[in-house]
């Protein structure tokens, strides 16, 4: 079964920082790309970054990029996304996902939120 | 970057009844390739989303044959047939044929 669980969530300050990670299991991690989305309180759906399955390329909107940075530890099977500069926009829930060109998003974690305010 | 927009943006449908969904692409999303990469996923209420369908009309695993999905070009539909109380959610589109991936607006599908 395949699972997905981030951690890392919070409150934090604008300006700061905070680490996601998403701990993959149920597949074999390193055939897939992965890629984070975000759901602001009440919104709908926006892509935040994406990387391949070897980590050697990365992909961001321009809302986040230069200020996000995804990253993958395939010999863990962890995703992680860090975020600096972070503004009161960033407010969501950040879903980790699995990435398959084809059907993609194919599974989905269970979310963790990210609250920005001082 | 592409548009997605979704109508309607509230459904109200009576269980066993059909609702049908409309995302209209700004640009076509026939891939170089030939391929359309136009996907539709379901976000049920307090839960994460969910693929149904992939590349306009092929199901996701497990998903019923009352969902379905059609169009070409820059128009896509999503139909639900036979609507039963676990279908209720919010309905997106999603288009990755063209960088930035973007996502539609979402419809809200609710008892009537």
């Known amino acids: 079964e395949v699972q997905l669980v981030e951690s890392g969530g919070g409150l934090v300050q604008p300006g700061r920082s905070l680490k996601l990670s998403c701990v993959a299991s149920g597949f074999t991690f390193n055939n897939y790309w992965m890629t984070w989305i975000r759901q602001a309180p009440g919104k709908g759906l926006e892509w935040v970054a994406s990387i391949t399955n070897t980590g050697g390329s990365t992909y961001y909107p321009d809302s986040v990029k230069g200020r996000f940075t995804i990253s993958r530890d395939n010999a863990k099977s962890t995703l992680y996304l860090q975020m600096n500069s972070l503004r009161s926009e960033d407010t969501a829930t950040y879903y980790c996902?699995?990435?398959?060109?084809?059907?993609?998003?194919?599974?989905w974690g269970q979310g963790v939120m990210v609250t920005v305010s001082s | 970057d592409v548009v997605l927009t979704q109508t309607p943006v509230s459904l109200l449908i009576s269980l066993g009844g059909q609702a049908s969904i409309s995302c209209r692409s700004s640009q076509s999303l026939v891939h170089s390739n030939g391929n359309t990469y136009l996907h539709w996923y379901l976000q049920k209420p307090g839960q994460s989303p969910q693929l149904l369908i992939y590349?306009?009309?092929n199901r996701f695993s497990g998903i019923p044959d009352r969902f379905s999905g059609s169009g070409s070009g820059t128009d896509f539909t999503l139909k639900i047939s036979r609507v039963e109380p676990e279908d209720l959610g919010v309905y997106y589109c999603l288009q990755r044929t063209h960088n930035p991936r973007t996502f539609g607006g979402g419809t809200k599908l609710e008892l009537k």
């Open positions: 590349q306009v009309s």
């Open positions: 996902t699995r990435d398959y060109y084809s059907a993609p998003f194919d599974y």
